[in-house]
């Protein structure tokens, strides 16, 4: 009964009912809804930064939990830093699986504990190295980007290099006869342009996303390059020539028998603490430094020590010992005999080739940019589980803001009455604007209505009592006079806005956010919800009128200027750009690639011959995502350089 009445038309509490749950219900019986909103107001100035406010907005949150019975409390996107901060912290168990996963096809391939040991600690160094410069240069470490994509490449790449640098070594030793002193210079220096020119592409593929001019793509390119260098010097060239010495410190080993099996059992041990050490490395590098340390002295020191006396004692012995090496490290017959028959044909497979990349292209220009809460967050967290339950139960209200600035001489009675004529227009263009329960465009507070608030209330008596008539000839509820009105603003910046029965209505420190005085007179803003955050359909009606009541309202007025923003348009055209600073990057990094090929292989028809099919590949790759309904976001807008890096490698 007591809803009933505070939400019956004329109630000073009428509006609340628009803040329950569009699935509100009501009967005979009274009100029913799931669920509704409400404001928690705070002073911000006690915090030392976002975080902070953020950790404490998380406890309110508890607060109101712990005591619940019948309800749920959920903070609406109240700690975005901390949320996408964690996301970035997730990373560690993804980079400790593939690492381990790769020490363990290291040691099958190779066929030697060493190769995977030295892998391990080659990429623990390099991580520590690459992290620790990007941070020394001011990158934002706790990026999705620099926590998720960069220790993709830095493992990929540098375990690729170190493959092409030991596979070499190994056929100077194993083809050729030569000792580790001659095989090791012999096999680098056959591989060492190769290897340049592969880091030296990649490099510049990834910095070729600096041309995109967005911080976030920026910093990840600078971040990829940093860490591919390091990648090159650890993993490519030192590593081998570590490997390679330690098989011939310790010398030939034993035959093995029943004990391989326990030598297998014994890799595991090895991936998961070189697993860890490399993750620890990436998300906690004063831990990481420790763990490589322990690593590099448990799993690489002590044992080739332990190997070398217990291989010593072997060959006095006069036990059989292993003689050469066994790991397939280069080479697969198979890969040889395809890539032969497909060249064979090549009158058949350039056409095909060629039609499959024509359609792919086509497809490719279909992909679309776009922003969900679910490509970065998790859908357990409160953060996401937030934005789902307000778009379940407010879709029509809208997902997000946008407004007309306007900035002027705001005491002017016809400027200011203008506002509504704009507010009107926006109302009958049709556009996809946030409404309420009862359909009813959702406008902000703006300073028209702060006037009219203060007008209807007690401080109007006041205020005309001090000299500055209000009064209303034409029945608008603005003054009719400019002195009036600005006697109004001041007021309220002064003592705040009050209810028709003189209780608080606004704050004196919160008027500024509808009216606030500037160099070029007062500003407000006219504040609209908007439907979508990502759909294209959506939000560029939305901007177009938008656009066009911020250019008719100039129009009618004087001396004011009206300019159109708001978070959704941001958003939006800041997911575009992802898109278009792969249409810039994705060019640039294939024209330094085939720059630097034709500088280092000396030839223009090489250099086309090896760039080419890249081309082919990035076509496929956003074929791909177009099919599948993959959008392009600050994440998947790096995919392309990562397969300009790979590709040419």
């Keep these: 009964a007591a809803l009933d009445a505070a939400f019956a038309e004329g109630s000073p509490f009428a509006d609340f009912r628009y803040s329950l749950s569009e699935q509100t ?104 190295a690459a992290y620790g410069t990007s ?33 070499r070594v190994r056929e100077a030793q194993v083809d050729e006869g030569h000792d580790v002193r001659a095989a090791y210079p012999l096999g680098m220096r056959a591989v060492f342009v190769a290897m340049l020119l592969a880091v030296s592409s990649s490099i510049a593929a990834f910095l070729s996303n600096a041309a995109s001019g967005i911080e976030a793509i920026i910093q990840f390119g600078v971040g990829s390059a940093l860490s591919l260098g390091f990648a090159y010097l650890f993993l490519g060239q030192i590593a081998p020539r570590v490997t390679v010495g330690v098989e011939a410190w310790v010398g030939d080993d034993p035959v ?34 420790v763990t490589f340390a322990i690593f590099s002295v448990a799993f690489v020191a002590l044992p080739a020590f332990v190997t070398r006396r217990r291989n010593r004692r072997a060959r006095v012995a006069g036990r059989q010992l292993v003689e050469g090496h066994t790991g397939a490290a280069h080479g697969l017959d198979q890969a040889g005999w395809l890539v032969h028959f497909l060249a064979k044909w090549r009158f058949v497979t350039i056409p095909v080739v060629v039609v499959i990349g024509t359609l792919g292209l086509m497809q490719a220009m279909s992909v679309s940019s776009g922003f969900e809460i679910e490509d970065f967050l998790s859908t357990d ?51 996809d604007f946030g409404t309420n329960g009862d359909g009813e465009m959702i406008v902000a507070l703006h300073a028209a209505d ?95 009128a938008l656009t066009e009541a911020a250019i008719a309202h100039e129009a009618m007025t004087t001396g004011v200027r009206a300019r159109v923003s708001g978070d959704v348009l941001t958003s939006y055209y800041g997911m575009d750009s992802f898109t278009r600073s792969m249409l810039v990057s994705m060019p640039l990094a294939l024209l330094l690639a085939l720059v ?33 309904g993959y959008t392009v976001n600050v994440v998947t807008a790096t995919i392309a350089a990562i397969a300009v890096g790979v590709g040419i490698d």
Aim: proline residues 4%; glycine residues 10%; negative net charge.
């Design 450 to 544: 702060i006037v009219r608030m203060v007008v209807a209330s007690p401080a109007a008596e006041v205020i005309a009592a001090s000299g500055p008539s209000l009064a209303d000839a034409d029945g608008n509820g603005l003054p009719d006079s400019g002195a009036g009105i600005a006697a109004i603003y001041r007021h309220v910046a002064e003592f705040g806005v009050t209810t028709p029965d003189g209780a608080p209505a606004i704050s004196a420190a919160d008027t500024a956010k509808y009216i606030a005085q500037t160099d070029a007179g007062y500003a407000t803003d006219i504040t609209i919800q908007v439907g979508s955050f990502t759909d294209g359909a959506i939000i560029e009606p939305v901007e177009a």
């Design 25 to 128: 219900t009501r009967t005979d019986a009274g009100w029913s809804s799931p669920a509704f909103t409400t404001q928690v107001v705070y002073d911000t100035t006690g915090f030392a930064d976002e975080a902070a406010e953020e950790a404490w907005l998380r406890t309110v949150q508890d607060d109101l939990r712990a005591d619940a019975v019948l309800t749920d409390s959920i903070g609406v996107a109240i700690d975005p830093e901390l949320s996408f901060g964690e996301a970035a912290e997730q990373s560690a168990p993804y980079i400790f699986l593939a690492v381990a996963l790769i020490l363990l096809l290291v040691a099958f391939v190779h066929r030697s504990y060493w190769s995977s040991v030295v892998v391990g600690a080659g990429l623990t160094a390099t991580t520590l």
């Design 381 to 431: 967290t409160d953060f996401a589980q937030s934005i789902d339950r307000v778009s379940g139960h407010y879709p029509s209200s809208g997902e997000g803001t946008s407004f007309i600035y306007i900035e002027g001489d705001l005491t002017d009675p016809d400027n200011l009455a203008a506002i509504d004529t704009t507010v009107a227009q926006l109302r009958a263009s049709g556009a």
């Design 256 to 289: 093995k028998g029943a004990s391989r099996y326990l030598y297998a059992a014994g890799m595991l041990i090895v991936a998961v603490m070189g697993g860890l050490s490399v993750a620890m490395a990436a998300v906690m590098p004063a831990i990481g430094l």
């Design 596 to 628: 630097l090929a034709m500088a280092m292989l000396r030839s223009v028809r090489f250099a086309i011959v090896s760039v080419l099919p890249i081309g082919l590949v990035v076509i496929g790759l956003y074929a791909f995502m177009a099919t599948f």
């Design 135 to 167: 941070a020394l240069l001011g990158l934002k470490m706790g990026s999705l980007l620099l926590a998720f994509v960069v220790p993709i490449a830095m493992i990929s790449f540098g375990v690729d290099f170190y493959i092409h640098g030991l596979g």
